[in-house]
């Protein structure tokens, strides 16, 4: 490796977490794996969490037939379920649950001539996204339940505002589930990432077979609006790093990078980073954007460019080209470089390239 520029991927923090969220709801939990693992790289995760984790939980077909290949056993979930009716037969030799969320899905699984699968039924209970709603949703499970097609049905919705914590919508959604649910038999998954840390009545019953669905929580970020106690132990997974390729000191009024963006107030002393949006780091980060170098948060100065991004390091005592730069981690809280760049972290783990090697 030439380039100073990967991300460090800690697996014993991963593990940890997982366990944390089941610590938390007690019952068995999917390892949410989508988008390579929120660009953590899902081979890795998932063989990380193969001897602690209950299944897996992926987007799609490709991305459970990824992990299949890679030798995982363990359950797979697809949250979307299958798209066309082709992947019917796939569902059964790789062994995978589908989500069935829609009615013109579920038509299409009770003519398939297949094996008979465990599904995963979801209702609408408010995020208005996929799912039945309440009117056809036991329409569906008694369609179900009568077909030979399926052996199991397990009751399931997504809530759409669990990150909010003064909010009365996941306590609106969860009633309305339960309302819904309500005398059918199954189990249940109803939890994320937020809903596990802030909302246990969102958990399920760990003896009827409950399964939570945490995913951003398990790389450490924190998935609610503010600061919250049970998040604590959380542990950052993704560390990601660079080092500095060039300093040079610029008067007061000088210009730095594409545009001019930023003009120096004051004699500026600016580090080059070999780090950026080709890798991923985000273009529209602003200025004083957090960036952590030597013990210290400095300020991104300037336009984010495709390989490199420029930092003011007037503030540092001591610091030299090569020195390391980390963009995220155990110094800074991938959270605060969210915030300082008007997004979250969940969209900033997962954008990062093939070009940064993640080494575990
Ligand atoms: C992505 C996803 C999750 C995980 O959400 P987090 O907020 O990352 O924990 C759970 N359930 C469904 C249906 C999802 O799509």
């Known amino acids: 490796m030439t380039r100073p520029t990967y991300a460090q991927i800690d697996c014993a923090a991963l593990v940890h977490n997982y366990r944390y969220a089941k610590e938390l709801t007690k019952t068995k939990a999917f390892a949410v794996l989508k988008a390579d693992a929120y660009g953590h790289g899902a081979v890795t995760a998932a063989r990380a969490l193969q001897s602690v984790a209950d299944g897996f939980a992926v987007a799609c077909l490709e991305e ?59 209702l609408d209970s408010g995020m208005h996204r996929l799912g039945l709603n309440p009117a056809e949703y036991r329409i569906a499970y008694e369609q179900l339940i009568a077909s030979a097609n399926c052996t199991e049905i397990v009751h399931m919705t997504h809530l759409a505002r669990a990150d909010e914590l003064d909010c009365p919508a996941t306590s609106a959604q ?45 790389y450490g970020g924190l998935p609610l609006d503010r600061a919250h106690p049970a998040a604590e132990p959380l542990q950052p997974v993704m560390h990601l ?50 960036v952590w170098i030597n013990g210290r948060i400095c300020s991104l100065i300037g336009r984010v460019s495709m390989d490199m991004l420029t930092v003011d390091v007037s503030a540092l005592a001591d610091v030299s ?21 008007d997004t979250i972290a969940y969209e900033l783990m997962t954008q990062i390239t093939p070009r940064v090697p993640r080494l575990a």
Request: proline letters at 6%; hydrophobic letters at 45%.
């Open 64 to 122: 459970a037939i990824e992990l299949r290949e890679a030798g995982i056993v363990q359950p797979i979930l697809l949250l979307q379920g299958f798209f066309e009716v082709s992947e019917l037969d796939l569902l059964e030799t790789y062994n995978l649950w589908t989500v069935l969320h829609h009615k013109s899905q579920i038509e299409l699984f009770l003519q398939a001539k297949i094996a008979p699968l465990k599904v995963f039924l979801k």
């Open 174 to 218: 969860l009633a309305l589930f339960a309302e819904v649910t309500q005398g059918l038999s199954g189990a249940c998954s109803m939890a994320n990432s937020p809903a596990i840390l802030a909302w246990p009545e969102s958990h399920g019953q760990p003896k009827r077979g409950d399964w939570a669905r945490p995913g951003f929580m398990l």
């Open 321 to 341: 080209i090569g020195d390391r730069v980390e963009l995220w981690g155990a110094n800074l809280p991938i959270n605060q470089v969210a915030r300082a760049c």
């Open 241 to 290: 790093y660079s080092a500095i390729t060039s300093i040079r000191e610029l008067a007061a009024g000088e210009p730095i990078g594409y545009g001019a963006r930023f003009i120096c107030s004051r004699l500026t002393r600016v580090a080059v980073v070999a780090i950026g949006y080709g890798d991923g780091y985000p273009r529209h980060a602003k200025e004083g954007t957090p």
